[in-house]
């Protein structure tokens, strides 16, 4: 098990890298250090010692690829693409364009991303699951079938929408909660009620379709109507059977995204003023901050190859066909 | 006149012409015919298909791009603001074009939405409600809605006579649902009459900020979001197809290498790296003005940026399930019996891997439409969409966004967006999960 994680640590590097080479490649080909000086420094007129200190100074002034100046294995290790990645790996994000340390300012922005992210996807899943099992119950009925339209109509809404609409009926109209802002603990509960509400409710009908489809892809088996022969009510079968085997597809689409919970929503966060990851990444995108934008590139690559290790792990746990090998 | 090709109308018609290339192939196979006949005999999927290509129809109207040749500089000063560039569907609408307000107005209003200061004729400051510029006495809605609605329903009468009297002709069974199908047909045809009539007399659905029309900034809207939904598909499908079978067919370092890239890809965050390339993809246009000559073509260019960058983010999903299926068909026996006799490697993934593919590569067309019209809106919001002064749903929602703090609010904009929104959503998903059904071999039983 120890080593089967090991090996899959290491494998992420290969793909970090290459994350890596990608925004590396974005960022400072087609935005060269010079022009990024420039941006930055302002003024039209500024002169090339300006340039070269401000290079100097965040370490620009390397070669990209290759340094022909430096000997033996520095040639391809003193250049700016492994500088930068060193600093990545070692999560030294640096400083963004306003000269604050972005790594600090990370650790800050978590906390409320995750008091959003979180409750959202705990009742997203609950709700959607236990709403999945009970139209599978039902199935073929009215209930059914009026369900399933309901949820195309409900996907085929934009998000945008169900937030814009309910700022203007629940803080607008009724006063129920404020509108926007954040506060930690529990004060704060009144804050988060009502981005949460809209993100389960954005998410219910493609959720519902989703496990639906594979309660039902269960259902046809051949081991429940065995279940169902010996006698077994239609309630225990659910839950015995069809809810138990499902279980392994709702894994693999869910636990990979729980680490990029910490990542927040940018849309939700930006709307409802919340001062989480997701709205820092907006701001950074509105602001040009590429510093930020790559911090933030290479931290949701590294939650999502965290995800995906953890879906593998937790195959073992709820699959005992499945051996790490 | 000058007809303009601007790139996103080249590749609109390169589509178009390869659908129906495609279509005309498709028609010859019984078995591919009988197959189309199943998924148009749901009424839901008809009436979905119809929606679908009144979109396209606008989507390609405004695709239409030509400079008129202007003779007097009076009677064009309004279609000059691009240019001198104009679409179709300009020209149809060049009454709401011409016709800008100052300022909010709501839907059918005949004054403006908020009071301004005027100074009567006895020298004193009143705060009023202004009459709007361009919108008739507003006293008879009725009989014109009466008159539109008439000339409508004699459009569509004929039009449906005429299908009846062709179907007349090849014998009118059919299993095909055309009731359904006319009665949308009928429905949409009369309120764009409707709409279109009354936008001689009214703002029907209100004006902006800048005293724009709100109905013809919709039916703008129309080309970017279906441009956006079909291209990206279009753009990334031979990576994806190229790729995806290679990998599962030839195994080895392919197959390693494959996987890295895409895995690699799809591990970056999307909205992260589409932003990147946005944000990239700005600084080399602003490093590059040559490009363009003029507002439209720069937004054009973007768009195009956009679509392309929203395809290579997009890719590793089909990629992947390509890659699976691939794998999975080469081990059955008539690949396996292809290669015995010493069928070429090109041979067997024409006729046999290709051919097996088909109904995965169309349902995730058809699966990523809806999603890739709603990711424009969600993009136009974050600002890294398309730009700023291309029509675009996502625009119109952003605009109108900060106006919902008004009281009373503006809310037409906003729900003119999301309401045209909607319907194409709601169609593409309806369409797709009727194709889904019928062309997964999993859902047979």
Known sequence: ?325 | MKIILLWTDVMVWLLVISLLLWAWTVSRSPQVRKLWHTVFKSSIAMASAIILLFYLLFALLDSVHFRLATTTNESQSKTLQYGGITSLLDIMFSHNMKNTERTYSAPFATHEYTKSIVLNEHGVTKQEYLPLKYVGTGDDIIGKSIFAGFVGLVIVGVLILMHILWRGRRGLKSELPWRTAYLTFGVLIITFTWLYLLSYHYHVLGTDKVGGDVLYQSLKSIRTGVLIGILTTLIMLPVAVILGVSAGLFGGWVDDGIQYLYTTLSSIPGVLLIAAGVLSMQVMMDNNPTWFETTLERSDLRLLFLIIILGVTSWTGLCRLLRAETLKISQIEFVTAAKAFGVGKVTIIRRHIIPNLMHIILISVVLDFSGLVLAEAVLSYVGVGVDPTMHSWGNMINQARLEMAREPMVWWSLFSAFVFMFILVLAANLFSDRIQRVLDPRNKS
């Not at chain 1, 950074?284 to 911090?295: S, Y």
């Open chain 1, 1 to 325: 098990m120890l080593s089967y994680i090991i090996r899959r640590i290491l494998y992420a590097v290969p793909i970090l890298i290459g994350v890596n080479l990608i925004t590396f490649l974005l960022f400072f080909m087609v935005n060269s250090p010079d022009d990024m000086a420039r941006a930055q420094l302002g003024a039209k007129q500024v002169s090339p010692e300006l340039i070269h200190s401000w290079k100097e100074a965040r370490g620009y002034d390397k070669p990209l690829f290759i340094n022909y100046e430096s000997e033996g294995i520095q040639k391809a290790t003193d250049t700016l693409f492994v500088q930068e990645s060193l600093k990545l790996f070692s999560f030294d994000f640096g400083f963004s364009d306003a000269n604050r340390d972005i790594g600090s300012d990370i650790k800050e922005r978590m906390a409320p991303s995750l008091a959003i992210a979180l409750p959202t996807f705990l009742i997203a899943l609950i709700t959607n699951i236990s709403l999945a099992l009970l139209l599978v119950l039902f199935r073929g009925s009215v209930l059914d079938t009026s369900m399933m339209i309901l949820a195309v109509m409900i996907m085929s809404i934009s998000g945008l929408f169900y937030i814009i609409a309910g700022q203007v009926l629940f803080s607008k109209m009724w006063h129920w909660v404020p509108i926007s802002g954040y506060e930690s603990g529990w004060d704060g509960v009144k804050f988060i009620i009502l981005p949460v509400l809209i993100g389960v409710f954005a998410g219910i009908g493609s959720g519902v379709r989703w496990y639906r489809s594979i309660f039902l892809e269960q259902i046809n088996q051949d081991y429940v109507r065995t279940a169902r022969a010996k006698g077994l009510s239609e309630l225990k079968v659910l839950f015995g059977h069809v809810l138990r085997n499902g279980m392994l597809p709702i894994l693999t689409g869910v636990v990979v995204i729980i680490p990029s919970l910490f990542m927040g929503s940018l849309i939700m966060e930006s709307f409802f003023g919340i001062p989480g990851l997701g709205s820092y990444t907006i701001d950074a995108i509105h602001a040009q901050d590429f510093a930020i934008v790559k911090a933030m590139v290479f931290l949701g690559s590294v939650l999502y190859i965290v995800g995906l290790i953890l879906t593998d792990i937790s195959y073992t746990l709820f699959d005992p066909r499945v051996k790490l090998s």
